[in-house]
């Protein structure tokens, strides 16, 4: 095939493709994981702390400081407890309005009433005085100096908020996005009781730009894993498109002892839906949750212990996965409870093993005692274990219930007597399992969108594990506050409803795996059904899609509809099955953040772990199997989004081979001319390509360290990935050359044509040359240094060098009605070499001395271009990494103003090379081919050019998708050993 039609190809598919990853990523949200936040209204008012200026803080001038309050509800003087809210990354202050309004709303029942929740505490609990600190807007995600002075004006604030309170007063610290960054800098700090950190990226920089952030992440990671101070930290999971939620997971301490505590949005009791980024601060199902925590932290103030403060953290956040809360030190265990049930108190023995109340209505509290049940003749059941299952709807189990739940009261427990009729002995039952389930409804969307869940709604679901020690073993309910509202159903399971599939990796991966689901001999329909695919791959890049299979599509007046529970060691989340045609109901879309690229976990990245809840009323609600298979579509928009920063490093790599390959055929070939960027490309495409993408397949598979390559330690499942991505990087590249050859076309004619307006001529007179002064040179280059070092950052020069090597590369090319005669001089020559197959043309006769010099100065023409060609293409896939900082510091000039020293980036060795090359280039283009630009005549120029692009591509392709920043500096190094050794005498002489 033609090398050109095999670009075109390539071109067009690496466009197709990185649209398809683009639609997929966007859509995956809905399928994954449906966003149903309830709208917060407030009626917010900010005062600004004046007192706060630069006596206390250096920053005075750039940042501020905002106290709160709701507008007639509360005072306007601080009297409660400190709180201090952080934005993140262009956050703003305002943000913290909707936590701190449900946290007024919460504590007052009306403007300036304490409510009685609050009020009827000894001690009485406090309000908050939640702060929050104004950025301007700061893109604090791309720059370590930036998030360094947030860090250093916040520390400066938590100084001044608490002088304003009794001595040996804490404070608790909310931090949103890389404003959990900032909170955690913060440590260690005795005055900080609490961290509670939203949609914050603790594991993994989202944009890995600044060497700087990285020490700071570095510097965290010691903090999150050894300091005692009680860590929440809340991800949105799969709807949160702006930072991936695998890097929101808190790394495992240390130590014991150390509370750090991960809640995922779709299984935070209470919440139950993913949250998108921005959403997170005012998705009323957990900013209600968030601002109660900190009410509960109060009543401890003004400082509280440790363990008592992860009491009530672990309380009011949970994630639906731990087993029952940390108990409180001043409650007794529920262990050392017994109590004598008697004949006399009103009891009831019901049919079977099994237990339904609904609506129940009686005075008092009643019993119901269960035996367990006997196992068959078969011994398929287990008989040394059982498990006893509660759910319990509009009441409580032990701690756990809705919010504001109804007076219905479950309490469990294990009984066991020498007769039926006589005192039974009862032992409080500990759970194994405790947790607030979510409700739906059959003809609903589970979560319904913009409104989710209700927080006085929840299932309590209590599971107990019963040695079967004797044929003589019952269970006792004990049932208070039956009003005629709510049910309770309890029954028992075994090992008997837990399915496995020996399903391999590969099976699913174009099929499906399906498990038939078991069901009791006597009929009953199990409450409770664990599935298991322990051998499938466990990975934020894989997306299962579950289908049932039910026998009827009918499923009506059920207390429990089918509730299956997907459950990883980090997070849960709850899909809605029913028998149903319609899509929403009829599959469920299975996903995971507990293994991810670039992240270090102790998490096993294999198995797929089910449950299955019902209320085993109808069978027909009950499926008779499951299949599962990898949805590809949604995975792919998995890659997409995790991915892109392998695209821009890797078409760097690809671009420096490209230099590599090209120089290599000029040295093998002495007098061969440097081939045009286009012939180079397709010259690579047909012989490097294929061998790159075999290469990056065997890399793949090696179990290489987290941090390199891929970042999944040599998965094999996933090696495949690599020679798409190399496709998908050259076509970028290929892509950017085409934009490049248009603008840079556009940009000669227009320029010839200004020229001939200018002259009043037809432009085929050059203007004359200009000799360049080396003196001046060094003059414009040391100012350019010393701007750089004391004003500007780096990057402003390095966008210079760019708009200079693009106009130098526009300058030496022809414009179109040039190229005639520009052939016509030519015409003694080709720019390529002939092919074999080609016959050899004649003899050219004989040419003077300056026939032979224009020849040569043309020659040396067409490889400056050709070079400046390939330069260009290098610095715009490298500008993309220089432009965040450019941002951050247009954004910090206009919102702070034009005398604000901007940290940072002042290091002027980074961009020399750049300079150089850039000023070189024009001198040599000025001097129209008497100056050759690089020179690969000697062994060590010959090496130097080699390595030098050797080396950037082994850096692009190893570490450039984690550390991209090392793209830069490298590549800034090795065009700077280029340059000494191919130009350096050149340089000076030519001055």
């Known amino acids: 095939m033609n090398h050109s039609m095999l670009s075109i190809l390539l071109g067009v598919f690496t466009a197709i493709a990185i649209f398809t990853c683009f639609r997929a990523s966007t859509q995956a949200p809905d399928q994954l994981s449906l966003q149903g936040c309830r709208m917060s209204y407030m009626s917010p008012s900010y005062i600004l702390q004046s007192g706060f200026n630069a006596s206390w803080t250096s920053l005075g001038g750039r940042y501020s400081l905002w106290l709160y309050r709701e507008v007639g509800w509360e005072n306007n003087q601080p009297s409660g407890m400190p709180v201090l809210f952080i934005p993140g990354n262009a956050g703003s202050s305002h943000q913290v309005r909707s936590i701190a309004s449900s946290a007024a709303r919460q504590y007052f029942s009306s403007p300036y009433v304490i409510s009685p929740d609050f009020s009827s505490r000894s001690p009485a609990s406090k309000p908050l005085d939640i702060f929050a600190v104004e950025f301007n807007e700061d893109l604090s995600a791309f720059h370590g100096p930036t998030l360094l002075s947030e860090r250093t004006y916040v520390l400066d604030a938590t100084h001044y908020i608490l002088s304003q309170y009794p001595p040996n007063t804490s404070i608790v610290i909310m931090g949103h996005s890389m404003g959990g960054v900032v909170a955690t800098s913060l440590l260690p700090s005795p005055d900080i009781s609490a961290i509670i950190t939203m949609s914050t990226p603790h594991t993994l920089p989202p944009a890995r730009f600044d060497n700087r952030i990285e020490d700071i992440y570095s510097t965290n990671h010691k903090h999150l894993t050894s300091d005692p101070t009680p860590i929440v930290s809340i991800c949105g999971g799969a709807t949160d498109m702006m930072v991936p939620s695998e890097s929101c997971i808190l790394p495992e301490p240390s130590t014991q002892g150390i509370f750090r505590k991960t809640i995922f949005s779709s299984g935070m009791e209470r919440c139950w839906t993913g949250i998108g980024h921005r959403e997170m601060v005012w998705c009323h199902q957990v900013r209600w949750q968030v601002a109660r925590a900190a009410l509960e932290l109060s009543a401890l103030a003004p400082s509280p212990s440790t363990s008592a403060t992860r009491v009530i953290l672990d309380a009011w956040l949970r994630n639906g996965q731990e087993a029952p809360p940390i108990p409180n030190p001043s409650v007794p265990s529920a262990e050392n409870i017994q109590i004598e049930v008697i004949p006399e108190l009103e009891t009831d023995y019901p049919a079977g093993p099994m237990l339904r109340l609904v609506n129940p209505a009686f005075h008092g509290s009643k019993v119901f005692y269960l035996r367990l049940p006997k196992p068959p003749e078969d011994g398929e059941w287990n008989k040394n274990q059982s498990s006893l299952l509660v759910y319990l709807a509009g009441g409580t189990i032990g701690s756990i219930s809705p919010f504001k739940p109804g007076p219905l009261r479950a309490s469990i427990f294990r009984c066991s007597s020498p007769g039926e009729f006589l005192a039974r002995h009862c032992t409080a039952l500990p759970p194994a399992t405790l947790r607030l389930l979510p409700v739906t409804h059959p003809d609903q969307e589970f979560p319904v969108p913009r409104a ?23 269970v006792a309910i004990k049932v ?3 009003n005629g509202s709510g049910w309770i159903i309890g029954g028992f399971t075994d090992d008997s409803f837990h399915v496995r599939s020996n399903a391999s990796p590969s099976s699913v991966l174009f099929g499906s795996a399906t498990v038939a689901l078991p069901k009791p001999p006597s009929g009953h329909i199990p409450l409770k059904t664990d599935i298991t695919f322990p051998n499938v791959l466990a990975n934020v890049l894989l997306v299962y899609r579950l289908t049932p299979k039910f026998a009827s599509h009918s499923c009506k007046d059920t207390l429990l509809p089918p509730l299956l529970v997907h459950s990883t060691p980090v997070e849960s989340h709850y899909h809605r099955i029913h028998p149903s045609t319609s899509p929403p109901y009829r599959q469920a879309f299975l996903h995971f953040h507990s293994s991810a690229p670039y992240i270090h976990t102790s998490f096993s990245n294999k198995g797929l772990n089910l449950t299955l809840h019902t209320s085993g009323e109808q069978e027909t609600c009950y499926p008779e199997s499951i299949a599962i298979t990898i949805d590809w579509w949604t995975s792919i928009g998995r890659w997409g989004y995790r991915y892109w920063p392998v695209l821009m490093t890797w078409s760097i790599g690809i671009v420096s081979l490209v230099f590599w390959q090209g120089l290599r055929g000029v040295v093998n070939e002495r007098g061969t001319p440097l081939p045009t960027l286009d012939h180079a490309l397709s010259t690579f495409i047909e012989l490097l390509l294929p061998r790159l993408i075999f290469i990056s397949f065997l890399i793949a598979i090696l179990s290489l360290p987290t941090p390199g390559y891929l970042g999944l330690s040599g998965v094999p499942l996933f090696a495949f990935l690599a020679p798409i991505l190399v496709l998908l990087s050259t076509g970028l ?3 950017t050359s085409w934009l490049l050859s248009l603008l840079t076309y556009l940009a000669a004619a227009v320029s010839s044509a200004v020229e001939r307006v200018v002259r009043g001529k037809d432009g085929e007179r050059d203007p004359p040359m200009r000799t360049r002064r080396l003196r001046t040179t060094i003059g414009s280059i040391s100012i350019v240094f010393l701007l750089v070092f004391f004003l500007v950052p780096w990057q402003v020069a390095f966008l210079g060098s760019y708009l200079i090597i693009f106009h130098t590369t526009v300058s030496s090319s022809s414009p179109p009605w040039k190229r005639v005669s520009h052939k016509s001089k030519a015409s003694s020559f080709s720019a390529y070499p002939p092919s074999p197959s ?41 500008l993309p990494l220089s432009a965040p900082v450019l941002a951050v510091w247009v954004r910090t000039l206009s919102t702070a103003g034009y005398t604000t020293p901007f940290d940072g980036d002042h290091n002027f060795l980074y961009v020399a090379p750049w300079l150089l090359v850039a000023d070189w280039a024009w001198t040599c283009v000025r001097k129209r081919g008497s100056v050759k630009m ?10 130097a050019m080699t390595w030098s692009f050797l080396m950037i591509t082994s850096i692009a392709f190893m570490y450039g998708p984690r550390y991209t920043y090392l793209i830069s500096n490298f590549t800034s190094a090795g065009l700077g050993i280029i340059f000494c050794v191919c130009v350096g005498r050149r340089y000076i002489e030519s001055g």
């Open 838 to 878: 080609s016959p050899s043309p004649p003899s050219p006769p004989s040419r003077s001395t300056s026939q032979t010099r224009t020849e040569s100065h043309l020659n040396n023409q067409i490889h400056n271009h050709t070079f400046l060609t390939y330069l260009l293409l290098l610095t715009t896939l490298l």
């Open 480 to 482: 208070d506050g039956a």
């Open 934 to 943: 690089f020179e690969t005549e000697s062994v060590v120029q010959t090496a």
């Open 452 to 474: 989710g869940s209700d927080e006085t709604e929840g299932i309590v679901f209590f599971e107990g594990e019963i040695p079967v020690e004797s044929a003589d073993s019952w």
């Open 733 to 735: 590249v290929i892509i």
